[in-house]
């Protein structure tokens, strides 16, 4: 690969560029320095905001960085040398490979070395709580899984003795002569990855790190809480292994210090309430406690999972760090010696275990790679962007950075930013050929009799601590047709992935069932499994016992065993039923369409237009461009975006549309056809993705503080203009107003990000034009980015006050006849304030803008609660939406600053480029079939597809694969029963409702069947599994791809057959993914309401919700609620009748 990339650093960063170039077809060289990919991320037991199991959504990306063709991977290897070639057009590398003393071709990570090795070490990955042995791979999910042995440690290379491994070694793969070598490399250009360290806490003694018993760090703690930690997840007191009662954790530690590290590491504050949520499900009996500085809550969800901790899981924010931490050797407990600014004096806890949150530092080997690469470097040592037009781009061109190492942020932005820096590097690299990659040929289906497998997974605890696996595993051995029966510490892991291979191979297995997460998410890595071990991959059926069971139902154990027993069983029925499908390859448009014409879309339509494909820009309003600020930078928005739009507006490859506005979108991935309507005047673009760069807008806060009112009380923006216009010289005292209609218990509950820098970056520059002017700034939390705090204290230093003022008691904007007067209390000073002021500035969040409901219903994608899109998945996923081809960035996506909308843009056009990059996609399998023999030319299929995929053509309907979307809708339609819709076969959905109903409960529990759409329905109740919102273990879930899909004899199968309930599940009118699908079941609900009515059961038993991806919450209060309601109905009358007869007919 003469024209590659490299990429420094296997942590999620430099996974995710890597598989963003290689993906388009890039080949991509990537190096890390330990035994295994995965980075601080696969240390971690949960993510926030959504407290997802980390490995769990980890891996895939792992088992995929090693079977990519295009890339090739360098473990427990380093850079050694960089030098720039032909001008700096390229790079030649030397990569300097360690010895692992084990032959990576050869091991199979089977583990027999390991326990047969008698030396135990302290384990770097379990931060040396755990232990591992002198030949070891560092976890389960390791890639490669392959062992390495620590020389240091080994008794052959300090004693010359033992060789145990060898000994046992079955494939012959241990090589004691195994020397250090170098490889050389030419490649385009460099991403610089490399993540980050924490500092070490002990060189803070007041907080007896390393010298009291008990107090550890926030990453210690996290593999304390992992199920595959040192202590398999239980919460102990390392010292005496028993449960703590009370657990404190303290934030800034190092951080926003001027002695130590005088920035915020930003990722903090969630991750300690994450920690603490994960620790009171634990147990909930624990106190926990979080002393803190500023809460930083600024990202997406961030105020709402912190609110929701402190209101449901009785978690107690104390703003006030400790000044020391000590021991009573009497009680064996910790005594921390704190600050209460609210209840305003110095106070004392005694704690069980403290959590340290160290400072996040840059590695230590950055200033030695930095010289080498010829990088710069900011003051706190990080790798420095050289300017906020790009974000990833360094001094050295071909040379970009992303991740941690550029600056302290959490997954979500490292994922973005290496998504960005992904695109950048690419400018310089060449395509390659790409070899196919290496799979087994998938046999042709013969028929047979069904041959199952069934994998079920415990996900470390987050299945296993709730659902008896074991049982589990037994139960689905038993059940007809399944020859195979496994469990898994992690299905997901490489290992558990080679494990199904050979067992589908060994078993002659023609079906696959896992029984772990969401398909959603896990489902492509189990079809791609199948398919590498010969089987077609859709002979795949998955079942989802933790979203739907385990996290929603964690303190019924014996409930949710007896779930997961029978979502197993109905996975069977349906896969004795699977057909394989086929896939076709379609040609891609070579364009992409970007909404919106801020920075963000600028942006990403330039970056498409450079790479040689077309853009096409349309903007609602007239003017490009918008309303933004860069704080604390001596650069002018102006100086951005004036060149921008230039640049833009004369590119060849781009076309702008002003006053323009999206009427309709019909197509998919590869081939969208987008109407858009300028100046009443329709016309139609064909495009291969579409990029959504929708801005956010300001909030008008009329009514707030007097908005509206008085005169004098004015915006920031509005404060601003006054600022550039140099006309506040006279106005001697004015007041800053922050979280003005942000950070509300209802409504807008979420933070904006970038008022606090906007408000002090303001009040600054106040003060150079008006020195003498008395500035008050009222203020709840100061949420900076990591310059903001030099800022902050530049701020105090020049005299402007800084007020902290409480949710429940804000400052009251008063009309005196002077003028105004602000009434407050200090919560620092304890005292009542009343404050003339000339002027008063609400800071105002960014709300979504009015066109975004538009935008959502036209094309089929998501919002949150607020009105914000919704992305696929918060970390792996930000800048995609579950929609295949559709991409987000900039404010649209939520409030964020000009720097993250940068790079969110050139990451959303580096995804949106992969499909057209490769030119080819492929279409949807599953689609419908129509049997001629049984057609009756009735055309009802052809009225209602929306998608124009079937035709009567000489008294037969043909359908037409390329334009199907799978919904279903067609094969309820049909008076003959003529259309099969492929894996969602009305035999397939029959064999589940048996299967779910061969066991009814007892007395008046009730039970009842969903039918839920994959795009809302489904997506909201894995929402409620995510949020670990619980309702009543009564439910068994079908998920169809659409609600049209439910036919009516489905319902009234289940009805006969002893169900109490049947909930349908879709998405909101005018959101649905298949255009009317939702309304064509609501037509059909009432229908059969009717029906049952004459059939003496209840209509209530019958219900049609909607519930779009991001309403977890309110899904699982539906299901609470319906659960309730048949339990008032009592059983369904039919219940006596449903016997053995009707179940097998």
Not at 694 to 707: D, H, I, K, V
């Amino acid at each position: 690969m003469p024209n590659g990339v490299l990429v420094i650093g296997g942590g999620i960063a430099g996974i995710t560029a890597a598989l963003d170039l290689a993906e388009k077809g890039y080949g991509v060289y990537l190096v890390e320095k330990t035994p295994s990919i995965g980075g601080r991320m696969a240390q971690l037991d949960k993510t926030f905001p959504t407290l997802d199991c980390s490995i769990c959504i980890l891996a895939p990306k792992m088992v995929e960085i090693s079977r990519h063709p295009n890339i090739q991977l360098y473990t427990y290897s380093e850079v050694s040398h960089v030098q720039p070639k032909d001008d700096g057009k390229s790079f030649k590398v030397k990569i300097k490979r360690k010895p692992r003393y084990v032959n990576e071709e050869k091991c199979t990570g089977c583990l027999t070395c390991t326990e047969k090795c008698p030396v135990k070490v302290p384990s770097e990955f379990e931060e040396k709580l755990g232990q591992r042995k002198a030949i070891y791979i560092p976890f389960p999910q390791a890639v490669p899984a392959v062992a390495v042995i620590d020389r240091t440690h080994c008794l052959y290379f300090q004693k010359g003795v033992c060789k145990l491994c060898e000994k046992f070694c079955p494939v012959k793969a241990i090589d004691f002569d195994q020397q250090e070598y170098e490889e050389t490399l030419e490649v385009a250009s460099i991403i610089v990855a490399t993540g980050f360290d924490l500092i070490d806490p002990a060189i803070l003694s007041q907080y007896g790190y390393g010298r009291l018993p008990n107090v550890m760090t926030s990453l210690e703690f996290e593999r304390l809480l992992n199920a595959a930690g040192p202590t398999g997840g239980k919460i102990v007191r390392l010292s005496d292994k028993t449960a703590p009662e009370k657990i404190a954790f303290v934030q800034c530690v190092g951080s926003r210090n001027v002695d130590v590290k005088p920035y915020c590491s930003q990722i903090c504050c969630m991750y300690a309430t994450k920690e603490a949520i994960v620790s009171k499900e634990h147990n909930p009996k624990i106190d926990v406690t979080i002393f803190y500085n500023d809460l930083q809550v600024g990202g997406k969800a961030h105020q709402e999972l912190v609110r929701r901790a402190a209101e449901e899981f009785q978690i107690k924010y104390v703003k006030g760090l400790p000044s020391g931490i000590d021991y009573d050797f009497e009680t064996n407990k910790l005594v921390i010696r704190h600050a209460d600014i609210v209840k305003d004096k110095p106070r004392t806890e005694s704690v069980d275990l403290v959590v340290l949150c160290p400072s996040v530092v840059p590695r230590k080997d950055s200033s030695k790679l930095a010289r080498m690469l010829g990088i710069s470097m900011t003051e706190f040592g990080f790798f420095k962007s050289v300017h906020s037009s790009s974000a990833v781009d360094t001094n050295v061109p071909g040379i970009y950075v992303c991740g941690v190492c550029e600056g302290p942020k959490d997954i979500s932005h490292s994922v973005a930013q290496a998504s960005a820096a992904a695109t950048r590097a690419a400018l310089h690299a060449e395509l390659i050929k790409s070899e196919p990659r290496r799979i087994a040929p998938v046999q042709k289906y013969a028929g047979g009799e069904p041959r199952i497998g069934v994998f079920v997974c415990n996900c470390g605890i987050n299945i296993g601590a709730v659902v008896d696996v074991p049982k589990v595993v037994e139960f689905a051995r038993n059940l007809d047709a399944v020859v195979y029966s496994e469990e898994f510490l992690f299905a997901c892991s490489k290992d558990a992935i080679e494990k199904i291979k050979e067992a589908i191979k060994e078993h002659n297995l023609n079906r696959v069932i896992v029984a772990s997460c969401t398909p959603r998410t896990h489902e492509p890595l189990f079809r791609a499994t199948c398919e590498e071990a010969g089987l077609n991959p859709y002979l795949f059926e998955m079942v989802n016992i933790r979203e739907h069971d385990s996290w929603v139902h964690p303190h019924q154990p014996k409930e949710a065993t007896r779930k997961a027993m029978e979502l197993v069983q109905m996975a069977v029925a349906k896969a004795k039923l699977l057909h394989p499908l086929e896939q076709f390859e379609i040609d891609v448009c070579k364009s992409v369409l970007v909404i919106g014409g801020g920075v963000a879309g600028l942006i990403a339509a330039k970056e498409v237009a450079e790479k040689g494909f077309k853009a096409y820009v349309v903007h609602s309003k007239e003017k490009l461009g918008g309303k933004y600020t860069i704080p604390f930078e001596d650069v002018a928005i102006d100086a951005l975006l004036n060149p921008l739009i230039k640049s833009v507006e004369e590119h060849s490859n781009i076309e702008v549309f002003r006053s323009t506005y999206i009427k309709d979108v019909k197509g998919a991935l590869g081939n969208f056809d987008v109407t858009i309507l300028q100046n009443e005047t329709p016309k139609t673009l064909r495009v291969g993705a579409i990029i959504v760069a929708e801005e956010a807008e300001t909030l008008q806060p009329q009514g707030l503080f007097g908005y509206g009112r008085y005169d004098n009380v004015i915006t920031l923006h509005e404060l601003q203009q006054l600022i550039q216009q140099n006309k506040l010289v006279n106005e001697k005292a004015i007041a800053l107003i922050l979280c003005a209609g942000a950070r509300e218990k209802s409504g807008r509950t979420y933070c904006s990000k970038v008022c606090c820098s906007e408000a002090i970056d303001s009040a600054l520059k106040i003060k150079e034009q008006s020195p003498e002017a008395e500035i008050f700034v009222f203020y709840r939390d100061m949420v900076l980015p990591i310059e903001g705090a030099h800022f902050y204290r530049k701020a105090r230093e020049q005299g402007i006050t800084f007020i902290r003022y409480l949710e429940e008691k804000p400052p009251r904007v008063i009309s005196v006849k002077k003028g105004l007067e602000i009434e407050a209390e200090d919560l620092i000073a304890g005292v009542k304030l009343s404050i003339p002021i000339d002027k008063v500035v609400l800071v105002t969040p960014l709300v979504p803008s009015e066109n975004n409901r538009a935008l959502s219903s036209s094309l089929k994608v998501p919002l949150n609660t607020q009105g914000f899109f919704l992305e696929a998945h918060p970390k792996l996923r930000p800048l995609d939406f579950a929609t295949d081809g559709i991409f987000i960035c900039g404010t649209g996506h939520s409030p964020q600053s000009v720097v993250e909308s940068v790079y969110q843009a050139l990451g959303a056009a580096s995804r949106a480029l992969i499909p057209l990059t490769r030119g080819k996609v492929l279409s949807e399998a599953i689609t419908a079939e129509v049997d001629e023999d049984r057609c009756i030319a009735c055309t009802n299929c052809e009225k209602v597809c929306e998608y124009n995929a079937i035709n009567v053509e000489k008294s037969v309907a043909k359908v037409n694969p390329f334009l199907c979307k799978g919904c279903g809708v067609c094969a309820v339609e049909c008076p003959a029963m003529a259309i099969t819709m492929n894996h969602y076969t009305n035999d397939q959905i029959s064999s589940m409702i048996k299967a779910s109903l061969q066991t009814l409960p007892e007395g008046d529990k009730p039970k009842a069947l969903a039918f839920f759409c994959n795009w809302c329905s489904y997506a909201a109740a894995d929402m409620a599994g995510v949020s670990r919102f619980e309702y009543p273990p009564a439910v068994r879930i079908i998920r169809v791809m659409c609600s049209g899909r439910v036919d009516e004899t489905h319902v009234l199968q289940a009805f006969l057959l002893g169900v109490d309930g049947v909930l349908i599940g879709g998405c909101h009118p005018g959101d649905c993914h298949y255009i009317s699908g939702n309304l064509k079941a609501e037509k059909r609900v009432k229908q059969m309401k009717r029906w049952l009515r004459e059939a003496g059961i209840e209509p209530e038993r019958l219900r049609l919700e909607w519930a779009s991806a991001g309403e977890g919450q309110h899904l699982a209060a539906v299901l609470k609620e319906f659960t309730e309601q048949l339990e008032k109905l009592g059983p369904n009358p039919l219940k006596k009748l449903a016997g053995k007869e009707l179940l097998q007919n």
